[in-house]
């Protein structure tokens, strides 16, 4: 074969003789693999809590499963940058409070979320409590109920939910205890008794 040529006939390099562009997309490859793999075993532990705090702020199993997943949706994104995070439980629900804020902001005024169509017949007595809770959990202004939820059901510290809030622990202590007295005067000296 003369200079210049090519040999077609010749073997193609083996994976060992393989250039540097093949060895860096393999090492990529694993590394994706390996953040895919981390990232799917944050969600699976993490996916029941946070799907059940959106629901407390929504009242609506699908749409809090839809602001779950946009939550997702946004921390893979960054996962690269945050993964190795000190609190990815603190950043999923700081994500998770800005996405309902988000869809609050969106979502008329007007408009109101039922879980039940009105047809229906009257729940049992057992469901009354929680129907009462969540009813006046509802009419709390969003941040009340947000700081309520995360402090009470969540049972965060004042400072944990002043970080993923961004705001001041005293802003949180005023807007729990706001939110705990409108809680109260709604539901009645019967139910604050027990």
Known sequence: ?????????????TEHQAGPLARWSSARRREREIRDEDFSAFVAATAPRLRRTAYLMCRDWHLAQDLTQITYAKMYASWGRIRRAANLDAYSRRVLMNAVFDQRRRRSDTEVVCAELP??????????LHVALMTAL??????????VVLRHWEDQSVASVATILGLSASAVKMRDARGLGRIRALLGEDFTGN
């Not at 074969?1 to 390099?13: F, L, W």
């Not at 047809?119 to 009354?128: F, G, M, S, V, Y």
């Not at 509802?138 to 700081?147: E, F, G």
């Open 138 to 147: 509802s009419t709390l202004p969003v941040r009340d109920q947000a700081v």
């Open 119 to 128: 047809e229906r017949p009257e729940p049992p007595a057992t469901t009354d």
């Open 1 to 13: 074969m003369t200079s210049g040529q090519i040999d077609v006939c010749a073997t193609p390099p």
